[in-house]
């Protein structure tokens, strides 16, 4: 079966922490993404990745960065974490080559 | 430029009534794949089905089918006999080469299906 787990279910932080969310699927996928969901405006991509250590923008990677160092292991980072970043994160994976994307349970983030 | 459109937000329907959630889509690619997805209030996104361009054979699975139109850019779910399991927010997707074996998903914003019972 399909496992993708993401560090937290829900998270709470501060205006101005540095924010960590993880990723880590099981199946030896290559391609990883992350989408914040919002109401109204659906899932929009942020990063995906398609490798270790490689990287690409999305539709809105403005305030996140990430980090593949481990194939399983895709993380987001809020750099300084704002009150518009309150969201839910959506992580997904696929194998190489396929398109059918695989999510994990999602984590609400509030920023206060 | 790749595009969705669930033009239904909400839906309500009783408990048994069949219902169609409608997906319009726009590609200039020759060859695509469509995607549904399930969303319960747990927040997971469950995949249902995916479809590629070039069958266009309606899909059954249990009470749920698909009814794809190339002509129309149409890629509509329908639920007979709904179930109060059925509730959650329903995505359609349409999948798109990004390079280096990847493929992107744009998705539509989502229709909030509720099954009163």
């Known amino acids: 079966d399909v496992k993708v787990t993401q560090s937290s279910r829900y998270l709470v932080k501060r205006t101005g922490e540095k924010v960590f969310l993880e990723c880590v699927q099981d199946?030896?996928?290559?391609?990883m993404f992350w989408y914040r969901q919002d109401p109204g405006l659906g899932l929009r991509l942020i990063y995906f990745?398609?490798?270790?250590?490689?990287?690409e923008k999305g539709d809105i990677p403005e305030g996140y960065s990430v980090s593949r160092e481990k194939k399983e292991r895709f993380s987001l980072i809020l750099e300084s974490a704002s009150t518009n970043q309150t969201s839910m994160y959506l992580c997904?994976?696929?194998?190489?080559?396929?398109?059918?994307?695989?999510f994990g349970p999602g984590t609400r983030l509030t920023v206060l | 430029a790749q595009k969705v459109t669930q033009a239904q937000t909400e839906i309500s329907v009783v408990e048994k009534e069949d219902v169609t959630l409608d997906c319009v889509y726009e590609?200039?690619?020759?060859?695509?794949?469509l995607f549904w997805y399930k969303q319960p209030p747990s927040g997971e996104l469950v995949f249902l089905i995916r479809?590629?361009?070039?069958?266009?054979q309606n899909e059954i699975s249990g009470r749920y089918s698909w009814n794809f139109q190339k002509s129309t850019s149409s890629f509509n779910f329908t639920i007979t006999a709904s179930q109060v399991v059925d509730s959650a927010v329903y995505f359609c997707?349409?999948?798109?080469?990004?390079?280096?074996?990847?493929?992107?998903?744009?998705f539509g914003k989502g229709t909030k299906l509720s099954v009163i019972p």
């Open positions: 199946m030896d996928h290559e391609n």
């Open positions: 997707a349409l999948s798109s080469y990004s390079g280096a074996g990847s493929y992107q998903l744009t």
């Open positions: 479809r590629n361009s070039f069958d266009e």
């Open positions: 990745s398609y490798d270790v250590k490689m990287k």
């Open positions: 997904a994976s696929t194998p190489p080559s396929r398109n059918t994307q695989y």
């Open positions: 590609t200039r690619d020759t060859t695509y794949y």
